[in-house]
């Protein structure tokens, strides 16, 4: 197995805790995101969740919908965050273009923090504050274009209601940034759509990155469209982050060398042949296909845990 693979395994087997480590490493876990393609990262974390790895980490890093996916783990509860993906009524809700008709955003934040995850399928909020292991949502600094760890802004159930609606606040589609800590916030994604330079940057010796991308698609340059849109809307509402928005393909490549190269890193990813899940993608049988397909990969990957689970 991968270094950081042997790792969880040693510490799954000696039972080790955050605090109480004697290995004197740092081992973190880095969820990607990308909206709806989150279910394939969401599918990863329920995996964790079901072999018990969660304490096996000391930090976990997320970036937009891999925030949230994050959060799931930290408390607990991955089997409920997953059945949101494939609720229609709910996903309808959360992303609908119709939005825009009555001057909404496309994707419905409000609603899907403090509605979806407050009351139809709650998160225990408490749980995530109580973990030993820390949770690092990344957002995007409006005004400066810089990833930033949210960790040090929450303190309380809203702080990470706040924070998970920030990390997820894609340019255009889910309106103006979020205040946070006297700061704006937009979108993980723009700065850091792998959350694992952040971990790395705070004294990771270890991380696992849970992606969302397969591993026969490699990245690509923003659409042309998108590439005209989106600048527009950030030059009005952030502009500090035009530059992190233009660098993005640049980035992805740097990332993707980065992962093959450096041992202290390695990646899960789905399949070859995976479906192709879009960013607004809707449709509950790829959305529930794309769930079990990260589940079986994280199983897969950790195949020693599974049998001594």
Known sequence: MHPVLELISERLAARSVPGRRTDGR??????????????????????????????????VYGSSAGALNAAWLLCGRSQTGVRTWWNPVVMRRIINPLHTLRGRAVIDLEYLVHQV????????FPAILANPVSFHPLATD????????????????????????????????????IAMGGRRFVDAGIAE??????ALAQGATDVLVLRTRRVDEPPLPTPRMRD?????????????TVEAW???????????????????????????GAPDVAVLERDPEVLRQAVELGRDAMYEALELLRKAS
């Open 246 to 272: 233009r660098a993005q393909y640049r980035r992805h490549l740097e990332d993707e060398w980065m992962i093959e190269q450096d041992p202290r890193l390695t990646g899960i990813r789905p399949p070859a």
């Open 26 to 59: 740092r081992l973190a876990l880095a969820v990607e995101g990308g909206s709806s393609r989150g279910t394939y990262s969401s599918g990863m974390v329920l995996a964790l969740d079901e072999l018990g790895v969660t304490l096996a980490f000391d930090a």
């Open 193 to 198: 759509p792998l959350p694992f330079r952040t």
């Open 142 to 177: 409006a005004d400066t274009g810089e990833s930033t760890d949210l960790h040090p802004f929450i303190t309380d159930v809203a702080g990470i209601k706040t924070a998970l609606a920030a990390s997820s606040c894609m340019p255009v589609l889910a309106g103006p940034p």
């Open 228 to 240: 005209v849109v989106v600048p527009r809307f950030l030059r009005r509402h952030a502009p500090g």
């Open 117 to 124: 995850y407050s009351v139809l399928e709650p998160m225990d």
